[in-house]
């Protein structure tokens, strides 16, 4: 049991309060099959809000990438994701998959 009285029950009640909250603030609920694994983003929602809000540079970029400028783009935001800190664990470089079963596999192995 945790510090904060938790058990499954707990856990639940938390599982189920937080998107109810976030949606009273603002945020949007997305759908998983619209969500890119691969990379961890809702890909739609990055490249609307690029497009919406920076449109000027966007126009510039696709100038400059003229053949699939959203793939480029999307491939630039990410790189950086995939390059290792020599200083981190490979714990630290791995993100749950499936949590529920307790399995979790290094990001490389996701974008296979």
Request: hydrophobic share 40%; proline share 6%; charged share 25%.
């Amino acid at each position: 049991m945790s510090a904060l009285g938790g058990g499954k029950a707990n856990e639940l009640t938390i599982q189920n309060d937080m998107p109810k909250h976030l949606v009273a603030k603002g945020w949007l609920i997305g759908k998983t099959e619209n969500f890119n694994r691969a990379i961890a983003l809702y890909t739609e929602d990055l490249l609307g809000f690029v497009k919406e809000t920076q449109d000027e540079q966007w126009q510039k970029f696709r100038v400059l990438s003229p053949t699939h400028p959203e793939q480029h783009f999307l491939e630039r935001v990410t790189s950086p994701l995939e390059k290792t800190d020599p200083n981190s664990s490979s714990a630290m470089r791995a993100f749950c998959t499936a949590p529920a079963v307790g399995r979790c596999e290094p990001a490389k192995a996701l974008a296979a």
